[in-house]
């Protein structure tokens, strides 16, 4: 059983439902029952992102958004990556360990790929050359990160890892790694588990991935009327073109909406409604938005205490780092030991 949490979230600024349902939610049931610890990734942010300069105001918003959600400093560690060096060493030693091929057979590199490609036909093959002009684009950052996220988890030792079913290759490669090390040079890290979060996907209002820059994104600080005008966008069956058809929810993102937010029993009558037509698009809409304004009543307020209070923020993270390091550190030297190449302990 599961008993270090380690998980954490690129600054991208304020949080969207999707961050909430997907993440947040979770990390606060975790702290409950684990030692957590949750970080700002901005080293992560670099491997697609060449511009820094909203980074750290990105971070401050995100972390205001943790707090007033529920994430407590005084249960769970809160820190920025880049403040624990000893996340890039341990990244620098276990990327001896990997091979460019395995890497480049993740997923995340090859969707990554198609995109460059911009081949949207999976019928289409590329030539040799498309392929290594599109590979000459990728940096050496964005191949290696699942790399670094092996280092973040490992750094802390952590045993379990939440994450959504989209992310277990890159946990898997996080154990073999692990494996590999302790088999090589002795036992340092546990092998983590993954902790799979069953919750529903939340897409955008336009059926893409839900994000800020894309502009189809729901906040928890929206008013009723903002989150309904954005329900209201979101597809739902495409095959259900009158209200007298039955409808899927399995196919309908604003069913997704009722499963995040929705009790279990209505979550069943709205189903079984939506498959013998006794209820409407437009009514499941209404009532969707209705539940997660519910949800989150009162969020706006207790976020806005936190405005102006910035230099609080930054003193949860730096206190937050600081025991990172300590943790971070000890895992380190002891890496170090088990590579023989902790000098400070050299005889003559």
């Known amino acids: 059983m599961a008993s270090r949490i380690l998980s954490g979230m690129r600054p991208t600024g304020k949080i969207h439902i999707g961050h909430m349902v997907g993440a947040i939610d979770n990390w606060i049931e975790l702290q409950k029952k684990y030692e957590c610890f949750y970080f700002v990734a901005d080293w992560h942010a670099m491997t697609t992102e060449t511009d820094t300069s909203g980074i750290k105001q990105n971070t401050v918003e995100m972390v205001k958004d943790w707090l007033s959600a529920g994430v407590n400093p005084e249960k769970s560690v809160i820190f920025i990556q880049s403040l624990v060096p000893q996340h890039a060493e341990l990244h ?5 360990l990997n091979t460019l091929p395995r890497l480049e057979r993740l997923p995340t590199y090859k969707g990554h790929l198609k995109q460059v490609l911009e081949i949207t036909d999976p019928k289409i093959e590329p030539t040799e050359e498309q392929i290594d ?15 670094l996220m092996a280092a973040d988890i490992l750094a802390y030792r952590a045993d379990g890892v939440p994450v959504g079913e989209d992310q277990d290759p890159h946990l898997e490669l996080a154990r073999e790694i692990a494996d590999r090390f302790n088999r090589l040079y002795g036992n340092v890290f546990p092998i983590p588990e993954s902790l799979h979060t069953i919750t529903p996907r939340i897409l955008g209002t336009d059926g893409r991935k839900m994000s800020k820059s894309l502009g189809n994104a729901i906040h928890p600080t929206d008013t009723l009327e903002v989150m309904s005008a954005g329900v209201r966008k979101m597809l739902t069956d495409p095959q259900r073109s009158r209200r007298e058809i039955g409808g899927n929810p399995n196919v309908c993102s604003v069913y997704d909406l009722h499963m995040a937010y929705t009790s279990e029993e209505r979550n069943l009558e709205i189903h079984q409604a ?38 609080q923020i930054i003193e949860i993270l730096m206190e937050g780092s600081r025991k990172a390091r300590e943790i971070a550190g000890a895992t380190l030297q002891q890496v170090r030991e088990h590579l023989l190449i902790d000098y400070e302990n050299i005889t003559a």
Not at 92 to 96: D, G, H, Q
Not at 133 to 147: L, M
Not at 281 to 305: I, L, P
Request: some cysteine; charged content about 30%.
């Open 92 to 96: 620098m030693v276990l990327s001896m």
């Open 133 to 147: 002009r599109a590979r000459s684009k990728i940096s050496y950052g964005f191949v290696g990160y699942p790399v």
């Open 274 to 311: 939506c498959n013998t037509a006794q209820i409407g698009c437009t009514e499941c809409k209404r009532e969707a938005a209705a539940q997660m304004a519910k949800k989150y009543e009162g969020y706006a307020e207790r976020r806005a205490v936190w405005d102006g209070r910035e230099r």
